[in-house]
């Protein structure tokens, strides 16, 4: 399961009617918009939340995959049909964009730092971001994970077509992916790193820490179980990595900020200090330099 924010605005009446979402296959250029495109990956059981003029007014489920209509004429499109469930309370989100900031991506973002939204139809919805989405949503008994895998099988089987049940219906699946997805990340990256930290060697398997480098705000469900997309770090390192604070070289040198240079003592640190790192890591490690890295 995915999920997806689709920027309606003045569609969103008539695509709710229709019980679709849709989009043209090209604009009057004769190019395809990527955020158009992304309607031809829809699938039967992803989850969307449908933003107009500033808020978040329904979310949704897709019914079947989606397919084309109308190809090869002026009037092609790819279509998806979609059970909306209104809100009975909008979500501003510039009510609440610090939050949602924290789990936006840097490329196709469908929000601007103000809260305002970007042009485009559909943007993909991480699952961090869209359990963000769930908790401002509600203020449900059923965010407790524990409670919430007791009734989910009970709740599945009555099929309530109400908004509640498609939120625990939602949450449950998000948490189980994340849950399957880092459960997976960190056993390839033990495997990968021999069980220790890649930087000062520790093996104790509870300090261990599987750290993206290319984070999952910014990820594809391949990239997320990649070996190549991480290091195997221990705590404190983990913290200093996913904070930017220090980076790897595409050969695995490590490079440090210039605010912990003084104190790299204290932290296990050398200047040049290398890691065993093989070619794939490449362009990872890139990655985290350009985007996440805070400067030398």
Request: hydrophobic fraction near 40%; charge should be positive.
């Amino acid at each position: 399961m995915n999920s997806y924010i689709v920027m309606q605005g003045e569609t969103y009446r008539e695509e709710k009617r229709l019980g679709i979402v849709r989009a043209p296959m090209k604009d009057k250029s004769g190019t395809t918009p990527h955020s158009w495109e992304r309607v031809k990956s829809l699938q039967k059981g992803d989850r969307t939340f449908h933003y107009v003029r500033g808020a978040l007014v329904a979310v949704g489920t897709i019914q079947e995959d989606a397919r084309e209509q109308a190809a090869g004429t002026p009037q092609a499109e790819w279509i998806a049909p979609c059970e909306y469930l209104e809100l009975d309370d909008p979500l501003e989100i510039a009510s609440c964009i610090k939050m949602v900031a924290e789990h936006l991506p840097i490329k196709y973002s469908a929000f601007q730092p103000d809260g305002n939204g970007n042009s485009g139809y559909v943007y993909p919805c991480n699952e961090a971001l869209a359990l963000v989405f769930l908790e401002l949503l509600s203020s449900s008994k059923w965010r407790n994970i524990e409670q919430l895998e007791f009734v989910y099988d009970a709740v599945r089987e009555e099929k309530y077509n109400s908004l509640t049940a498609w939120m625990m219906d939602s949450e449950y699946l998000l948490r189980r992916k994340f849950r399957d997805f880092k459960r997976q990340f960190k056993a390839v990256q033990l495997e990968r790193w021999g069980n220790k930290c890649a930087l000062c060697s520790l093996d104790n398997p509870a300090l261990l820490k599987a750290a993206y480098s290319k984070p999952w705000k910014d990820s594809t469900d391949a990239e997320r179980v990649n070996p190549a997309n991480g290091v195997l770090l221990c705590a404190n390192h983990a913290a200093l990595y996913e904070s930017g604070q220090i980076s790897f070289t595409g050969v695995g040198t490590l490079r440090m900020s210039a605010a912990i240079q003084p104190q790299a003592s204290h932290y296990g640190l050398k200047k040049n200090m290398r890691i065993a790192a093989k070619d794939s890591n490449t362009a990872f490690f890139r990655w985290h330099r350009n985007n996440f890295f805070v400067g030398e």
